[in-house]
């Protein structure tokens, strides 16, 4: 891990850029640090740090401020800064191309869109582990949430280190995925816009009965894809902290 930049922001956190390799992500700290701290991991959505820095910093500042918590992003395969990925750009492409026609999204292009990136993202998040974990300043234990729920459903099932889970539904899910989510038993707290325009309310719900955990709890609102309360976030800090300790 090296890093690239680090900025002293004016409630008390560190924000650090970092590469792992072609990987660039960010790091924030509390300024002080008493004890190694335990670890959030916010996943992004496909869309560039850049773009998303602000939604990102926010929850982690929050969590930095108010919990004592360190967070960490990076940015996933073919988004960003990072190299074109062309199988990636086609299987958007072809997922456009069927929701103008109004035409079906096939399981086809489902899993084209979908299980490369979590093939490509799963084994980065667990470099990334490796690396935060080496650092003095965090301890764990450690918290994934939010980004491409399928990603996160491999994760939580790869990676023993994840101890608790916030998922973001709203994304395709390949039936791989839903079979692998019933191996999934951290406890786990999922997050649904009820009028989500891009999302098969129904896909999400059997992902959500699929989930192994013995204790997971659904957190529906109405509204669409971009209207989540802010309450959600605070509710999501607390579900954490009762497993971070």
């Given at each position: 891990?090296?890093?690239?930049?680090?900025?002293?922001?004016?409630?008390?956190?560190?924000?650090?850029?970092?590469?792992?390799?072609?990987?660039?992500?960010?790091?924030?700290?509390?300024?002080?640090?008493?004890?190694?701290?335990?670890?959030?991991?916010?996943?992004?959505?496909?869309?560039?740090?850049?773009?998303?820095?602000?939604?990102?910093?926010?929850?982690?500042?929050?969590?930095?401020?108010?919990?004592?918590?360190?967070?960490?992003?990076?940015?996933?395969?073919?988004?960003?800064?990072?190299?074109?990925?062309?199988?990636?750009?086609?299987?958007?492409?072809?997922?456009?191309?069927?929701?103008?026609?109004?035409?079906?999204?096939?399981?086809?292009?489902?899993?084209?869109?979908?299980?490369?990136?979590?093939?490509?993202?799963?084994?980065?998040?667990?470099?990334?582990?490796?690396?935060?974990?080496?650092?003095?300043?965090?301890?764990?234990?450690?918290?994934y949430e939010g980004g491409v729920i399928s990603i996160g459903v491999r994760l939580a099932v790869v990676e023993p280190r994840i101890a608790?889970?916030?998922?973001?539904?709203?994304?395709?899910?390949?039936?791989?995925?839903?079979?692998?989510?019933?191996?999934?038993?951290?406890?786990?707290?999922?997050?649904?816009?009820?009028d989500d325009e891009g999302n098969d309310r129904q896909a999400a719900l059997d992902l959500f009965d699929a989930f192994g955990s013995k204790?997971?709890?659904?957190?529906?609102?109405?509204?669409?894809?971009?209207?989540?309360?802010?309450?959600?976030?605070?509710?999501?800090?607390?579900?954490?902290?009762?497993?971070?300790?």
């Amino acid at each position: 891990m090296q890093f690239t930049s680090e900025q002293h922001l004016d409630d008390g956190v560190i924000e650090r850029e970092f590469t792992l390799g072609e990987i660039p992500g960010i790091l924030w700290t509390p300024s002080s640090v008493s004890a190694p701290t335990p670890l959030i991991l916010i996943s992004p959505p496909p869309l560039g740090l850049r773009k998303m820095h602000p939604r990102l910093a926010g929850r982690a500042r929050h969590y930095a401020t108010k919990y004592g918590w360190a967070a960490a992003t990076i940015e996933l395969p073919g988004s960003g800064d990072r190299p074109r990925w062309a199988a990636a750009e086609q299987a958007r492409a072809d997922l456009r191309r069927a929701m103008e026609a109004g035409e079906p999204v096939t399981d086809e292009i489902i899993d084209a869109l979908v299980l490369p990136l979590v093939e490509k993202s799963v084994p980065e998040w667990r470099t990334a582990l490796d690396a935060l974990l080496s650092l003095p300043e965090i301890g764990g234990p450690v918290a994934y949430e939010g980004g491409v729920i399928s990603i996160g459903v491999r994760l939580a099932v790869v990676e023993p280190r994840i101890a608790v889970a916030g998922f973001y539904a709203g994304s395709f899910i390949p039936a791989a995925i839903l079979e692998e989510a019933r191996q999934v038993t951290v406890p786990l707290r999922v997050l649904l816009q009820w009028d989500d325009e891009g999302n098969d309310r129904q896909a999400a719900l059997d992902l959500f009965d699929a989930f192994g955990s013995k204790e997971k709890s659904l957190h529906a609102n109405l509204g669409g894809h971009a209207g989540v309360p802010r309450s959600e976030m605070e509710d999501g800090a607390r579900f954490f902290a009762r497993h971070l300790k």
